[in-house]
């Protein structure tokens, strides 16, 4: 296999274009050499040090300019580094109760997450995830906390007709009513900034996670955003929650972190969190071996650089006219012509694609039909990657892709996926007998 910019080639030396950048993983684009030297610069040096008996200087270095990308809300701060999303997620649960407990607020265990979210497969970060098919044959072994609803405009549960804007306050007071009842005993609240592969990038109605911010600050609930996706510059801000203006109290990053180039993971935890253990116990009580791994935090250090030199967190903002996300936007939104179409949604450089029988009464595809994965494949004869998912609708029935090209991509890279996505569409239609126009 070789990777160069946003093309793949299998060992048959068959191309492909990246669209959905691995999974949401890759946004600086394949094969950068910066970081693979980088990577050999710090193995030569020294490969790896226990955290129980060193810090390394790449560790101390990177560490300052992720707070510092995270921005002002986390000066003196601190990162905890992982090897990915769902150790993150796992330490990021853990990191909240033991501030709990170190401000004497023992009682508060219990983490809310949403329905039809994602937060990773190990069995803590399972039972916060909302999605059903990856959760149903563990849930005997999970621990079950409340999960609540989130807005999704498509089917928004309250058939309003105002972007979501009443209704998002509507979820916001079912999290506000979830904490109530729990008597105390709330820890945080995860969530997705923008939903990932479960929901397919639906992105929240105004003012929904500013109110959901404001009744955790107000209840002792610590907030928790999962920018395992949405995070380092892939929807054209540093992170997700700056669109709106949220300030959590821990920020979970991996995924684009490294784009790939190494496994690793990031816990975010701002001084409130920091300053609360320090003056406490004094320490995490928590841990993993490849915790900080140099080779790693050279690789995320490089990528950082990397995405600063070439400005690919602007390059990723749909919103700013002339950059690639803008113009991804624009080719994507042509895909709404397409009879078995019901929504394309998405910001930056991470957009859904969900597929309906009938546009007008929105009825998905019976699951065992996998119209997602045979969009999917008729993409991928024709040289194009994307992400099919199931499970829009109910957790079940609804399918969708995600993209998530990275923000290297050209307009006439753009083009041309587009009109493969399309052709591909088209072509799962056909295989189903459906009726063309
Ligand atoms: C939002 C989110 N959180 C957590 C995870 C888990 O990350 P990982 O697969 O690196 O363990 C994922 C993975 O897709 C994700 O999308």
Same mark, same amino acid.
């Given at each position: @296999?070789? $990777?160069?910019?946003?093309?793949?080639?299998?060992?048959?030396?068959?191309?492909?274009?990246?669209?959905?950048?691995?999974?949401?993983?890759?946004?600086?684009?394949?094969?950068?050499?910066?970081?693979?030297?980088?990577?050999?610069?710090?193995?030569?040096?020294?490969?790896?040090?226990?955290?129980?008996?060193?810090?390394?200087?790449?560790?101390?270095?990177?560490?300052?300019?992720? *707070?510092?990308?995270?921005?002002?809300?986390?000066?003196?701060?601190?990162?905890?580094?992982?090897?990915? $999303?769902?150790?993150?997620?796992?330490?990021?649960?853990?990191?909240?109760?033991?501030?709990? #407990?170190?401000?004497?607020?023992?009682?508060? &265990?219990?983490?809310?997450?949403?329905?039809?979210?994602? &937060?990773?497969?190990?069995?803590?970060?399972? =039972? +916060?995830?909302?999605?059903?098919?990856?959760?149903?044959?563990?849930?005997?072994?999970?621990?079950?906390?409340?999960?609540?609803? @989130?807005?999704?405009?498509?089917?928004?549960?309250?058939?309003?007709?105002?972007?979501?804007?009443?209704?998002?306050?509507?979820?916001?007071? !079912?999290?506000?009513?979830?904490? !109530?009842? =729990?008597?105390?005993?709330?820890?945080?609240?995860?969530?997705?900034?923008? /939903?990932?592969?479960? *929901?397919?990038?639906?992105?929240?109605?105004?003012?929904?996670?500013?109110? #959901?911010?404001?009744?955790?600050?107000?209840? $002792?609930? %610590?907030?928790?955003?999962?920018?395992?996706?949405?995070?380092?510059?892939?929807?054209?801000?540093?992170?997700?929650? !700056?669109?709106?203006? #949220?300030?959590?109290?821990?920020?979970?990053?991996?995924?684009?972190?490294?784009?790939?180039?190494?496994?690793?993971?990031? +816990?975010?935890?701002?001084?409130?969190?920091?300053?609360?253990?320090?003056?406490? /116990?004094?320490?995490?009580?928590?841990?993993?071996?490849?915790?900080? &791994?140099?080779?790693?935090?050279?690789?995320?250090?490089?990528?950082?650089?990397?995405?600063? !030199?070439?400005? %690919?967190?602007?390059?990723?903002?749909?919103?700013?006219?002339?950059?690639?996300?803008?113009?991804?936007?624009?080719?994507?939104?042509?895909?709404?012509?397409?009879? =078995?179409?019901?929504?394309?949604?998405?910001? $930056?450089?991470?957009?859904?694609?969900?597929?309906?029988?009938?546009?007008?009464?929105?009825?998905?595809?019976?699951?065992?039909?996998?119209?997602?994965?045979? +969009?999917?494949?008729?993409?991928?004869?024709?040289?194009?990657?994307?992400?099919?998912?199931?499970?829009?609708?109910?957790?079940? /029935?609804?399918?969708?892709?995600?993209?998530?090209?990275?923000?290297?991509? /050209?307009?006439?890279?753009?083009?041309? =996926? +587009?009109?493969?996505?399309?052709?591909?569409?088209?072509?799962?239609?056909?295989?189903?007998?459906?009726?063309?126009?």
């Amino acid at each position: @296999m070789r $990777g160069e910019g946003i093309y793949l080639w299998d060992a048959e030396g068959n191309k492909y274009l990246d669209l959905a950048g691995s999974a949401a993983v890759n946004f600086i684009g394949h094969g950068v050499a910066e970081i693979s030297a980088a990577m050999a610069e710090q193995a030569a040096e020294v490969e790896f040090v226990h955290t129980s008996q060193f810090t390394t200087p790449v560790a101390e270095a990177y560490a300052e300019e992720l *707070l510092a990308f995270a921005g002002e809300h986390f000066r003196g701060g601190a990162v905890y580094f992982t090897c990915g $999303g769902s150790e993150s997620i796992e330490t990021a649960l853990k990191l909240a109760r033991q501030y709990q #407990v170190e401000i004497g607020h023992g009682a508060r &265990h219990q983490i809310i997450s949403r329905q039809q979210s994602y &937060h990773g497969s190990t069995l803590g970060a399972l =039972s +916060v995830s909302g999605n059903k098919r990856r959760r149903e044959i563990y849930l005997p072994m999970v621990k079950e906390f409340p999960h609540v609803g @989130m807005p999704y405009c498509y089917r928004c549960a309250f058939d309003c007709t105002d972007g979501c804007r009443n209704c998002g306050q509507q979820y916001a007071a !079912e999290l506000e009513r979830a904490i !109530e009842a =729990s008597n105390g005993a709330v820890a945080a609240f995860l969530f997705e900034p923008v /939903s990932g592969a479960t *929901l397919g990038a639906v992105v929240p109605p105004a003012g929904y996670l500013q109110s #959901v911010a404001e009744i955790c600050g107000r209840d $002792g609930v %610590l907030l928790i955003a999962d920018e395992v996706m949405t995070g380092m510059g892939r929807t054209g801000r540093n992170f997700a929650v !700056e669109h709106w203006n #949220v300030m959590p109290d821990i920020l979970v990053a991996a995924k684009g972190l490294s784009s790939g180039y190494a496994p690793l993971g990031a +816990v975010i935890a701002s001084k409130k969190v920091v300053d609360a253990i320090a003056a406490g /116990s004094g320490a995490f009580l928590h841990g993993f071996t490849y915790n900080a &791994h140099p080779i790693s935090l050279a690789a995320g250090r490089a990528v950082l650089r990397y995405l600063r !030199e070439k400005n %690919l967190v602007e390059a990723a903002d749909s919103g700013r006219a002339g950059t690639p996300a803008a113009e991804f936007k624009k080719a994507i939104g042509q895909l709404r012509d397409e009879e =078995s179409v019901g929504d394309v949604r998405g910001i $930056g450089l991470l957009w859904g694609v969900e597929f309906v029988v009938d546009q007008a009464s929105k009825r998905p595809f019976a699951p065992e039909k996998n119209f997602s994965a045979r +969009v999917a494949a008729a993409a991928l004869k024709r040289g194009l990657l994307v992400y099919p998912m199931q499970g829009s609708v109910d957790g079940i /029935s609804g399918d969708h892709l995600l993209l998530a090209p990275p923000a290297v991509i /050209s307009a006439e890279q753009i083009a041309w =996926s +587009v009109e493969q996505l399309a052709a591909s569409v088209r072509e799962a239609q056909l295989s189903l007998s459906l009726s063309l126009r």
